[in-house]
Nanobody
Framework: QVQLVESGGGSVQAGGSLRLSCIASGYTSSSYCMAWFRQVPGKEREGVANIWTGGGSPYYADSVKGRFTISQDNAKNTLYLQMNSLKPEDSAMYYC??????????????????????WGQGTQVTVSS
């Protein structure tokens, strides 16, 4: 298992930027897939982007492509989500997730919540118009 702690959420006006961070601890085995999801009350959890800690190209949901960038710093065990050109519809609780059940396997080009077995507590992002 890996422990995940998100930070960096907040309130911003439309068109602004935020950078979310997720510190991972407690898992030192092979590379694994990490992702960002978001959820609005009353709606299903939505995948935003994923990245394999072993390298390779990230995968993005169409709704954020060109505006958000997922990245990692393995030396700091930290996952990031740089969010630019924010829109009110980006407002949500953002969660960091990790899949440690398939160590060494790159991320699938999908963003399904049940793929991930480790979740952080979330950080709130609010974008005002």
């Amino acid at each position: 298992q890996v422990q995940l702690v998100e930070s960096g959420g907040g309130s911003v006006q439309a068109g602004g930027s935020l950078r979310l961070s997720c510190i991972a601890s407690g898992y030192t085995s092979s590379s694994y897939c990490m992702a960002w999801f978001r959820q609005v009350p009353g709606k299903e959890r939505e995948g935003v982007a994923n990245i394999w800690t072993g390298g390779g190209s990230p995968y993005y949901a169409d709704s954020v492509k060109g505006r958000f960038t997922i990245s990692q710093d393995n030396a700091k065990n930290t996952l990031y989500l740089q969010m630019n050109s924010l829109k009110p519809e980006d407002s949500a609780m953002y969660y960091c997730a990790a899949d440690t059940r398939k160590p060494g396997s790159p991320c699938a080009m999908t963003l399904q919540p049940d793929t991930y077995n480790n979740w952080g507590q979330g950080t709130q992002v609010t974008v005002s118009s």
